[in-house]
């Protein structure tokens, strides 16, 4: 159980076009779900909170109007990288905290990331 | 606010030899801990985790930690290593109630044949 799937695993864009990724949770109903970036050799960075039905919540120095995300469903969160550049080039990776009993469990669930690279 | 500390963020290890990937964390509060792993390109697994109970937890692959309040520690290890355990590992913690995980740096461990 609690799996979570990210499609694509993989996307070459060129300069200036945009990019959707998607974030599905497959065997339970998610709330919340968290998109991160990860450099080469790093550690995952938040990029923002994604709660259904709501406006996410990004964390400092993430530009809103760059990454749009969309939560509209229990079980689907979309990351959609306007206007890429190449510096956007990076790991994205998804998660996503299940519902439980009416509550928020604390245990993030991990897709399996999405690699872009933008020429 | 909570930090998480990964001492070592690299360690290597013969094949079957003890497994030991220390992690520190500051928080006000005891908070919810875990481990997770991440090969190659791949999302991050989750190990185990500690909320509340016993406070050595056993995960997959082996592996377990053992939550100690007095040093604020969350060591992850195991009796003998495997090939297939070469990985990056990163220690998470959150506040009870809270969203947001606070990761280490992450600890890239290497098994040696």
């Known amino acids: 159980g609690a799996v979570v799937s990210q499609h694509p695993s993989r996307v070459i864009c060129k300069s200036g076009t945009s990019v959707k990724i998607e974030c599905r949770s497959l065997?339970?109903?998610?709330?919340?779900m968290f998109w991160y970036r990860q450099f080469p050799k790093q550690s995952l960075m938040l990029m923002a909170t994604?709660?259904?039905?709501?406006?996410?919540?990004?964390e400092q120095g993430v530009e809103k109007d760059k990454f749009l995300i969309n939560h509209a469903s229990l079980t689907l969160s979309t990351l959609t990288v306007t206007s890429a550049h190449p510096e956007d080039s990076s790991f994205y990776i998804c998660?996503?905290?299940?519902?439980?009993?009416?509550?928020?469990?604390?245990?993030?669930?991990f897709g399996p990331g999405t690699r872009l690279l933008v020429l | 606010a909570q930090s998480v500390t990964q001492l070592g963020s690299h360690v290597s290890v013969s094949e079957g030899a003890l497994v030991l990937l220390r992690c520190n964390y500051s928080?006000?509060?005891?908070?919810?801990l875990f481990w997770y792993v991440q090969y190659p390109n791949q999302g991050l697994q989750l190990l185990l985790k500690?909320?509340?109970?016993?406070?050595l937890v056993k995960g997959i692959n082996g592996f377990e930690a053992e939550f100690k309040k007095s040093e604020t520690s969350f060591h992850l290890t195991k009796p003998s290593a495997h090939m297939s355990d070469a990985a990056e590992y990163f220690c998470?913690?959150?506040?009870?109630?809270?969203?947001?995980?606070?990761f280490g740096q992450g600890t890239r461990l290497t098994i040696n044949p």
């Open positions: 998660s996503a905290s299940a519902l439980s009993g009416g509550a928020v469990e604390e245990t993030q669930y």
């Open positions: 065997d339970f109903q998610a709330t919340t």
């Open positions: 994604s709660n259904e039905g709501s406006k996410a919540t990004y």
């Open positions: 928080s006000s509060v005891p908070p919810y």
């Open positions: 500690y909320t509340t109970g016993a406070t």
């Open positions: 998470a913690v959150i506040l009870q109630g809270a969203q947001k995980l606070v």
